[in-house]
C-alpha cells in the first residue's frame, strides 16, 4: 500500500516532532520533509512533492496565508491542511477560497487529526468538527429573501435548536444529550420538524437551516 507522503509545516520543533512521530507510526503515512518558516516551507514543497502538507498559519517570514497563495499556483494538486490554534470562522473562509483543502485545529484530537489527514489525501475537504458549521453554509449559500417565514415561526424553539443541530451534523445522541433530552423525544421534534416544513431527510433539513439563518453566525439576509 502507498503511504501518503507528508511535509510539516510548523515553527515548533517540539510540535513537529512529536507529530513525526505519530504520523510515521500510520501504516499508511510517512513524514517526508519538515519547515521551521514559509520560505522553507516552499522550497521543500517544491523539492519533495508530498501529497499533503500540514501547515502552520502564524510562521515567521513568509506566513501561511502567502504560503497558500503561491501554492495553489505553483502546485495546485497539493492537498493542505492547515493546523491552527486560530478558532475564528474568517480565518477558515479565508484558507479555503485560498485553496486549502482542510482547517484543524491544534487543540484537536489525535484521532481527528489522522481522519483529516486521510480526508485530504482522498481530494475530500476536511474542517475540524469544532467549526464544520462553517463548510456548511458554504455549500448552502443563504438566499437573497426570506422563504417561507410564516412555517419558520411554526417552529417552537426546541424543535428550532433540534433541527440547528441536525444542521451541525450533531447524532441523535449528541442531540440528546446537548438539550437533556432522550433519544425518543429528538426523533418526536424531528418528526414534528419534518410534518411542520415538507421536508423528509437529513440532507432536505440541513439546507433549510442554512437557507433560514438558523445555524450559529448564520442569519438569513432580508
Known amino acids: 500500500m502507498a503511504k501518503t507522503r507528508i511535509l510539516l509545516a510548523d515553527d515548533h520543533m517540539v510540535l513537529r516532532s512529536g507529530l513525526k512521530l505519530m504520523l510515521n507510526a500510520q501504516a499508511d503515512m510517512e513524514v517526508v520533509g519538515e ?12 523539492r519533495l512533492r508530498p501529497d499533503v ?15 497558500l497563495e503561491t501554492l495553489a499556483a505553483g502546485h495546485p494538486s497539493l492537498k493542505v491542511l492547515v493546523l491552527t490554534m486560530h478558532d475564528d470562522e474568517e480565518y477558515v473562509k479565508r484558507v479555503l477560497s485560498l ?14 487529526l489522522l ?6 489525501a482522498q481530494g475530500r475537504t476536511y474542517v475540524d468538527q469544532a467549526l464544520s458549521g462553517i ?26 435548536e433540534v433541527l440547528k443541530r441536525v444542521a451541525m451534523g450533531y447524532t441523535n445522541r449528541q442531540i440528546a444529550e446537548s438539550l437533556v433530552i432522550s433519544i425518543k423525544t429528538v426523533e418526536s421534534h424531528k418528526a414534528h420538524v419534518k410534518d411542520k416544513l415538507g421536508l423528509k431527510g437529513r440532507s432536505e433539513l440541513v439546507r433549510y437551516a442554512v437557507q433560514h439563518g438558523l445555524l450559529p453566525g448564520g442569519a438569513a439576509r432580508e
Request: hydrophobic content about 40%; cysteine-free; aromatic content about 2%.
Open 53 to 67: 502538507l500540514l501547515l502552520d498559519l502564524s510562521m515567521p517570514g513568509v506566513d501561511g496565508l502567502q504560503v
Open 135 to 160: 463548510l456548511v453554509r458554504q455549500a448552502f449559500p443563504q438566499p437573497q429573501s426570506k422563504q417561507n417565514q410564516a412555517q419558520v415561526e411554526s417552529l417552537s424553539e426546541r424543535e428550532r
Open 35 to 46: 519547515a521551521g518558516e514559509g520560505q522553507e516551507t516552499l522550497v521543500q514543497a517544491d
Open 115 to 120: 481522519a483529516a489527514i486521510r480526508t485530504v
Open 99 to 112: 485553496g486549502a483543502s482542510g482547517y484543524i485545529l491544534k487543540r484537536a484530537a489525535d484521532v481527528e
